[in-house]
């Protein structure tokens, strides 16, 4: 099952890396409903949540 998720991202950082690469940092997250996925599980009660967080911490490299 796919849907769409919105993850709002912030700029965590830009510099060049030790092989001459200029590359940026971005963190971000969302919270989602495990059950809106149909993942209706849960192996005690109490112990997974219904809202789970998703996060994001993504490096990307400029190509030459």
Sequence with gaps: MTKPVTVDFRLTGATTDPWGNFRVGF??????NRKDWRVHWN????????MVTLEFDV???RRP
């Design 27 to 32: 963190a971000g997250s969302a919270a989602i």
């Design 43 to 50: 192996a005690a009660p109490g112990v997974v949540g219904k």
């Design 59 to 61: 490096s990307a490299i």
